[in-house]
C-alpha cells in the first residue's frame, strides 16, 4: 500500500539524522514505533510504496545536499518549515534559518513549503507585542518565498507542563496560558500582518480561531500533495492525530526524546538530557532511531520468525481443509 511518510512530527530528522535517513532509502524501509503502546513496525520506503515525503524541521541546512539524491531517486515531497523567532532560551540548539528557506523556495516552489510560526508561546518576554513585532520581521523576509503559515499556540500537556515549571523558576519568567479572547485578537493581527506579505494563516488545532482571515490547517495535506503532484487526484482520507487535527493520514518514523534542539515547548522531547544522549549514541545504520543497529536487527529477525510461524501455520491449515474437500 502506498503511504504519505511523515519525517516527522516527533523529531527533527532533516537536521540531525540526514545520514540515518538516507540509509534507510537506500535498504528500502524504516522502522517506527507506537509511542503510546510501544510496538515496533516496518514501512517499506521504496519509490513505489511512497505516496510522497513530509519533512518537518527547524534548520534544512544539513540536508539541503541530500535533496538532489532523493528526488532523483524518484521521491515527491514538501517542507513543514518551523521558524518562530523565539529566544533560544526556549529553544536553546535551533539556529533561525531564513535564509535557507529561501533557498528551499528557489529550488523548488514557494507551493512546496509550509511556513510554521509554530507554536506560539507567551510570556513575561513573548507577550503580545512581542508576537506582533517579531511575526511582522519574519513575514517580512518571506515575502514571495512563502504562500501559507500554519500556527497554533503552545499547550500544557501534562509532561510539558511539569517543564514549563522548572524553566519558570530557573528563569524567573512566566509562562501563560492565554485566554480564548487574547488568542483570537493576536492570531487575527497577525492575519492581517501575514496577508500584507501574500502570505495566508492557517489555525493548527484551533478551529476556534477559523474565520474571513484564517483557515484550517491540514499540516500533512492531501489537497496540497494533489496540487503538486497528482494533478489527477490519490486515494487518501483525513486521520487526526488530536483534537481539531486536520492532516491527511500517514506513517511518521520518528523516535520521541530523540531531537537535540531543546524546545521547552515541545511535547514529543519532553526529557531533554535524554534526547541529547539519544542523539549523540544514535546509529545511522540502524533500522529504528533511536536504537543500535544490533537492537533493529534482532528485533527484525524475531518478526520475521513470528511471521514463518505462522505462514507455516496457515499453510497446515489450508492443506487440512483441502484434504477433507478431497
Not at 513470528?306 to 492443506?319: H, L, P, Y
Request: with cysteine; aromatic share 16%; proline share 3%.
Amino acid at each position: 500500500m502506498k503511504r504519505i511518510i511523515s519525517i516527522s512530527r516527533r523529531t527533527d530528522i532533516p537536521a540531525f539524522y540526514g545520514d540515518w535517513f538516507m540509509n534507510r532509502l537506500k535498504e528500502g524501509f524504516a522502522g517506527y514505533i507506537n509511542p503510546y503502546g510501544g510496538q515496533k513496525y516496518i514501512v517499506s520506503l521504496k519509490p513505489e510504496d511512497v505516496v510522497c515525503f513530509v519533512f518537518w524541521s527547524k534548520n534544512y541546512a544539513p540536508f539541503i545536499d541530500k535533496l538532489k539524491t532523493i528526488e532523483d531517486m524518484g521521491y515527491k515531497f514538501y517542507f513543514n518549515y518551523t521558524i518562530t523567532g523565539l529566544s533560544e532560551i526556549f529553544e536553546c540548539n535551533v539556529t533561525w534559518a531564513i535564509n535557507t528557506l529561501k533557498l528551499l523556495s528557489r529550488m523548488y516552489t514557494p507551493k512546496q513549503i509550509n511556513w510554521r510560526y509554530d507554536p506560539i508561546l507567551i510570556s513575561d518576554y513573548t507577550n503580545y507585542d512581542f508576537h506582533v513585532e517579531r511575526f511582522e520581521y519574519i513575514a517580512s523576509k518571506l515575502e514571495g518565498y512563502v504562500e501559507r503559515c500554519y500556527f497554533s499556540f503552545a499547550i500544557q500537556y501534562g509532561k510539558v507542563k511539569s517543564n514549563f515549571e522548572k524553566f519558570q523558576k530557573n528563569y524567573d519568567l512566566k509562562i501563560t496560558d492565554p485566554n480564548k479572547d487574547f488568542r483570537i485578537k493576536l492570531a487575527n493581527e497577525l492575519a492581517g500582518i501575514a496577508a500584507g506579505y501574500g502570505i495566508k494563516m492557517f489555525s493548527c488545532c484551533g478551529d476556534y480561531l477559523i474565520g474571513p482571515k484564517i483557515e484550517k490547517a491540514h499540516c500533512i495535506s492531501g489537497k496540497i500533495i494533489e496540487e503538486l503532484f497528482y494533478k489527477s487526484g490519490f486515494e487518501h482520507r483525513e486521520k487526526p492525530t488530536r483534537k481539531e487535527c486536520g492532516c491527511t493520514e500517514s506513517t511518521d518514523i520518528g523516535t520521541y526524546d530523540t531531537c537535540p534542539n531543546g524546545c521547552i515547548y515541545c511535547y514529543a522531547n519532553v526529557n531533554k538530557i535524554r534526547a541529547y544522549k539519544q542523539f549523540n549514541k544514535h546509529d545511522k545504520d540502524a533500522t529504528f532511531l533511536g536504537y543500535s543497529k544490533v537492537e533493529s536487527d534482532e528485533w527484525i529477525e524475531m518478526a520475521n520468525n513470528r511471521n514463518n510461524k505462522r505462514d507455516r501455520f496457515q499453510k497446515r491449515e489450508i492443506d487440512k481443509f483441502q484434504r477433507k474437500l478431497f
